[in-house]
């Protein structure tokens, strides 16, 4: 309407619409739902955590891999309904050839696919590590994305449980070097136990027993509901406070019993543990070879130097429900944090996997044995930063601002620029407008910790002034509240010099030696 169009600010001359020109309908900047931006300093506490965790999966031997964001559904183990869309749960879409083609969900199938594709050469056991993005077509929520970041490290070719409590080291040995140490509890159990248990129970696999398939549902949420919340998802069901049912498993009381009594197996330590889950699996072969595993499981976690406190073996840790075959393990960070509601809680699962001996054999004519774990990596980024190691303010340093102070000599300033680049040392030169002022605000933006300033005079005299940027910071707040009057009067001396050009670098480094502490 006119009268709206008429309280609408007018616009500099430079960007005004020439007369007669059609007005232009302005999109609206959105997000995708389940989606998120990822700024600067996500992405260098990302960088940072991910080259430490790297640096360990290596000391392992393992190597690095890099697979498509896109597979076809088939390899990731989605098939087509009758419907002509693909399962829910992936995003899919169909290529020139009318192949179903979709964004990965792990990065667990995209390896067996290569392994499988690459088998006569590969040196076997296959022993890599991968980190990449991963998309789920799934309802987002609070902290649930639909993209996130998941850093991977397997083991193809090899049945031997070394490489299962390898999983348990190179975890606990990347989570402690993470500043976690003390802080990790890495919980084992073995799918084997678990079918034995069910088997006991007078129940078949689940893979094709819906009712077995709902009583390890109920299992899996011991931690959440306890025993008798577990007791009634085994039974007729359990209603929750907000009075929603879930209808239960159907299994009788004396059937529940003996799955809650394996689910009161775990002890202080992994060999009572065994000893415990022995008895609670006794008579059925499956489960008897799941407790020799992790038997031997834990002498190796022995010789490895990991105690019962960071790994410690836990009846209620299910994991994937179709998925694994043997060991599985879950990574929890054991402090608590406050809820939206302000109440304290664990913080939970930053890792897991498992023994996936089935998967690879898909695209083969024999059973290829597989393990693996899988650390969530903005889930774990969140954990440091709830822990206090990221995230406490300082950030990245920015790049060495240099004060683009007269823009008749931008080639001067590109000299400067250059110069400090060539000695290891970052540096951008403002290409905005304004003068020292807008400079120095924009650098602060950017946490430049050191600005160089240089006009007629210095180029005239071959000096520099360096300023730095992170002591005049702390110089202002010490003035501000009139503290420690003769540290500022020694630190302006310090805080802006001017110095011969050939000292530049030298005095920029010293500059940024001493912002660093």
Known sequence: PAAARAREPALPARLARPKGQKIMSRLVPRLVKGFKDAPAASLHARRRMVETVRRVYESFGFEALETPAVEYVETLGKFLP??????????AFKDADEQWIALRYDLTAPLSRYVAQHFQTLPLPFRRYQIGSVFRNEKPGPGRFREFTQFDVDTVGSSSMVADAENCAVLARALGALGLEGQ???AVNNRKILDGVLERAGLGQPSVDPQAMTALRAIDKFDKFGAEGVRLLLTGGRKDESGDFTKGAGLTDAQAGMILAFMASGQTSRRATCAALADAVKGSARGEEGVRELDEIAALLDAMNLDDATVAFDPGIVRGLAYYTGPVLEAQV???IAD?????RQFGSVAGGGRYDGLVGRFLDKELPATGVSIGVDRLIAALEAAG???????????????AF????????VRIAEELRAAGIAAEIFLGEGGMKPQLRYADRKGAPVAVIAGGDEFAAGTVSVKNLVLGAEIAAATATGSHEEWRAAAKARAQVTVPRAELA???????AESAQ
């Open 184 to 186: 990790v509890r890495i």
């Open 334 to 336: 054991t402090f608590e």
């Open 389 to 403: 190691r990221i995230g406490n303010g300082k950030g990245e340093a920015g790049p060495v601002l240099i004060v």
């Open 406 to 413: 007269d823009r008749t000599r931008m080639a001067d300033y």
């Open 340 to 344: 939206e509601d302000g109440r304290p």
């Open 506 to 512: 030298a005095t920029v480094r010293a500059m940024l």
């Open 82 to 91: 009758e419907s002509d869309q693909p399962d829910a749960g992936i995003f």
